[in-house]
């Protein structure tokens, strides 16, 4: 829902606020066209605006759908913003450049560039996993990259840290069987080796 048209980019282009969610919104520019759609089981949304060359994406999308597990610490964070990093590379035809940890509001995001052959920035993308949801944001112009148009776009991402918020969730049942395992199995060993030790000891001192 379109709510106030408070910001300018510049003299021409006016941009407004929309929101997609009660967690997250953005500023895009005024003629902005929404799509609400089913991929492969999870339900869509984004929103997105042309002006002249440069594309602007806000996206949301269930995460459990695509991903095998939900991340319940920073490692498991990182090794699944990887996963989505892989799948964004497959849809964008540049190079990837770069790809960081960024925060906001103490919530950890990832921030990806993508250039061309020349060395010019084409794409650039920021995701965050929140409540069990995924947002993308894209800002793209192959042929003209503003970089103060992107970071005017970038810099209106707002979260609401009223609401409560979660990026880590409890740890897959298989990941706590697996780790109980791996226990028990190394106290095992471990009895294994000190047995064969004693008995090595008492056949020497005999």
Known sequence: MILSANFLLSQ??????????????IKIPNKVFELDTIMEGAKMKQVYARVENSMFIAQKSLYEKNYTFLPYDLETLKEQYDAITKDIKKGVPYKLVLKKLIEKKN?????????DSLDNPTYEIEFYLLNRHLYHFYYVNPKNFNKKEKAAFFNT????TDKKISQFFEEPISHKIGYILGRILGYILLFGIGYFIFRII???SR
């Open 12 to 25: 021409k282009q006016e941009w407004l606020n929309y929101d997609l969610d009660s967690l997250v919104s």
């Open 107 to 115: 919530l950890k995001g990832c921030k990806l560039l993508f250039k």
């Open 157 to 160: 991402i707002s979260i609401n």
């Open 202 to 204: 008492r056949k020497l």
